[in-house]
């Protein structure tokens, strides 16, 4: 016979498992981590990553809060693949091919890094895209596993084309091959490996020697995306070299975006005073971000 501290108990034990289940144990459930606003997101993901570091790997919590993180943070990879849209290529692929460079950011991202998660995963995935550009543009060797993972994503995706009558999406295909998101990614960048094109290949018009684009053109450009994480990256050692009040500043400006009204009540100042010193803040980064300080 089940004493009532034993019912007890195992109330608890299945209660603690349902939380585990549904992400609503230390950590907050997002219904649809995927339409968090990128201001939010910021917030949220230091919350994640905290409990993240402390988790077991293969919980049910575990999963729940890299799951999470990987929808949320879907909008850096968005904004990665738009700068490479001039390509031609599908966009669609693109930001899957991206999203293998934010998983591998998530796995090893640790915040006694003291960087924004932003400046730290926006390299990954933008190598990840480049990566996919060289790897299909070139001829590659794919071994035998992707081989066979390609045909099987083949049927995959006819099947459920005619089943939906749109293209599936990766999480579709994933669930159906009973594989992960990152093995169908996978797969779909050894398909593209199969297209192969010359470098001298025309877009437009006969050949090269009609003054036409060819594809070497296309290469190798210098991204807007990539200088932005240079910047980052140059920016970070001036931060932390900041006031703990003017990085307060910094972070409630540009951060949570306060007014400079909101910023000199919060401080006990005017919005004069916060004006003058936002601009004294921006010059002195500005300065250490051209090599000036140096030589001040």
Request: charged share 30%; net charge negative; aromatic share 6%.
């Amino acid at each position: 016979m089940k004493t009532a501290a034993g019912i007890r108990s195992q109330a608890e034990v299945a209660e603690r498992t349902e939380q585990d289940r549904t992400g609503e144990g230390s950590l907050p459930g997002i219904a649809a981590p995927g339409s968090v606003a990128p201001r939010d997101a910021r917030e949220l993901s230091r919350q994640f990553f905290r409990r993240l570091a402390e988790l077991e790997e293969g919980t049910h919590e575990y999963q729940y809060a890299r799951n999470t993180l990987i929808e949320m943070n879907m909008s850096l990879v968005r904004f990665a693949a738009g700068r490479f849209r001039s390509r031609g290529d599908d966009m669609d692929d693109i930001v899957q091919t991206g999203m293998i460079g934010l998983i591998k950011a998530i796995d090893r991202f640790e915040l006694s890094r003291e960087v924004e998660f932003t400046s730290f995963a926006l390299p990954y995935i933008v190598g990840e895209i480049k990566r996919f550009f060289r790897d299909t543009t070139w001829a590659v060797h794919v071994p035998r596993r992707l081989q066979e993972l390609r045909v099987e994503l083949a049927k995959a995706r006819e099947e459920l084309s005619s089943r939906l009558d749109r293209d599936p999406t990766v999480a579709e295909l994933a669930t159906l091959m009973n594989i992960s998101r990152a093995e169908v990614v996978e797969a779909q960048i050894a398909s593209n490996g199969y297209n192969t094109a010359s470098l001298d290949a025309a877009l437009t018009g006969d050949g090269p020697e009609d003054g036409e684009a060819v594809l070497a053109d296309f290469i190798g450009v210098e991204e807007e995306g990539l200088r932005l994480v240079e910047d980052f990256h140059a920016l970070a050692p001036l931060m932390a070299e900041l006031s703990d009040r003017d990085r307060q500043i910094l972070h409630m400006r540009f951060v949570e975006e306060a007014t400079q009204a909101e910023i000199g009540e919060r401080l006990g100042c005017s919005q004069m005073h916060v004006s003058r010193l936002i601009k004294r803040i921006i010059a002195r980064l500005r300065q250490g971000m051209l090599g000036e300080l140096g030589c001040a």
